[in-house]
């Protein structure tokens, strides 16, 4: 019933921009709030950002903030996540979520992932 598709990953060099793509499809209630999380190897999946259903909110987390954006276009039904000064550490693979919450500065997640995609920055 609802379908979450990801684009946009790829190799980048250090200081580099990457932008990443989130189509989600839903069968009724077409508004959802969407996030970002990514998992490096051997690593916790960890919260990027999370953008509401109108996307006149935002929350990111410490390790973004200032480096990368998230929008939506409803029309599109598409979020994205826009990555500026790209970091070795930033590796790992993206993960788009659609219909969980943010509170407190925890995403509690949906069922709705995407497939995930890979960025990988190197020197």
């Known amino acids: 019933q609802v379908q979450v598709v990801e684009s946009g990953g790829g190799l980048v060099q250090p200081g580099g921009s990457l932008r990443l793509s989130c189509t989600v499809s839903?069968?009724?209630?077409?508004?959802?709030?969407v996030a970002w999380l990514r998992q490096a190897p051997g690593k916790e999946r960890e919260f990027l950002a999370a953008i509401s259903r109108n996307g006149d909110t935002t929350n990111y987390g410490d390790s973004v903030k200032g480096r990368f954006t998230i929008s939506r276009d409803n029309a599109r039904k598409t979020v994205y996540l826009q990555m500026n000064s790209l970091k070795v550490e930033d590796t790992a693979v993206y993960y788009c979520?659609?219909?969980?919450?943010?509170?407190?500065?925890?995403?509690?997640?949906?069922?709705?992932w995407g497939q995930g995609t890979q960025v990988f920055v190197f020197s």
């Open positions: 979520n659609a219909g969980g919450s943010y509170s407190s500065g925890t995403w509690y997640q949906s069922a709705y």
């Open positions: 839903k069968n009724l209630f077409d508004d959802y709030t």
